[in-house]
């Protein structure tokens, strides 16, 4: 299995490489696996070999570390428990958008992006809005004659217009046939951010739980993350936290490497905080013991020096 795993890592990060993104695959466990850039795009992935078997607790970290740093989460699987991810085709688990890694491919290094999206209840096409608004026009339908046409609501055009909602295969080919033209559009997986509410969850570990609470104290915006590289993530300084609890040097030293090149590519400052004091680290390290001597948040910026 680990094997498997390792060899998808490998053809995702070979395909990102050709397509000119920036890349690093996530060393240590955690619940993300690879980290990738290319100019605005910022893409956190994470590859299974059955979608099914992806936990929630794991998908909704990658969500909420996605939406931490605006990025665009995705699951690259081939399976899911009753058959083969299909080609061209977007499934979800848990919030979390699947695609197979065919289809990665097409979309990074060729722009052919999925054509639908699997939901309960069937297949869903994306329409593009401003085209069927003006098709609708040109032959001066109303929404309601249009609505009569296809059987469906006339709210239901008016959301088709403004791409809020996806078509049945029926009715996006009974589109063809009244227009005599496609009205669907392809879906850019890259566009896919994680438009979610960050709910800050307390992290785990007591090293993190007392710098998340003295962070919010001093008035910082703080999120906690768990399964992740980091700990807690300090969104008005850009500044993320990771600690050394419960980590021998060879650990720590994995999990340094891993936030610094993460840091690198998101375009954020990674700041260890370590109970042990001192030591030769390859980053910015503050103990927790002068954590919890800080009276404000212009402390901590000259602490770290940020400013």
Known sequence: MRRKIANILSEISSILNRAGFTVYTVLSDYCVQVVAKKNDTRLLLRAVINVDNE????????????????????????????????????????????????????????GRYPIAYAKRGGMYFKINGQKLRKLRMERRLSLGELAAMLGVSRKTIYEYENSDMGATLRTALRMREIFDEDVTMEINIFDLKHDVEIIDKSPSGNIAKQLHNKLKKIGCKTIGLNSAPIDVHAKDLEVSFLTDEGLDNEALNIKIEDAVNIGKILEIDPVLVTKRGGGNFNITAISIDEVKKIESKRELEQKLKLN
């Open 55 to 110: 936990k929630k607790e794991v998908a909704e970290n990658l969500g909420s570390l996605a939406a931490v740093f605006s990025a665009t989460p995705l699951i690259i699987s081939n399976r899911y428990q009753i058959g083969s991810i299909e080609d061209g085709i977007i499934h979800e688990r848990f919030n979390i958008n699947v695609i197979n890694l065919n289809t990665f491919k097409d979309s990074v290094l060729y």
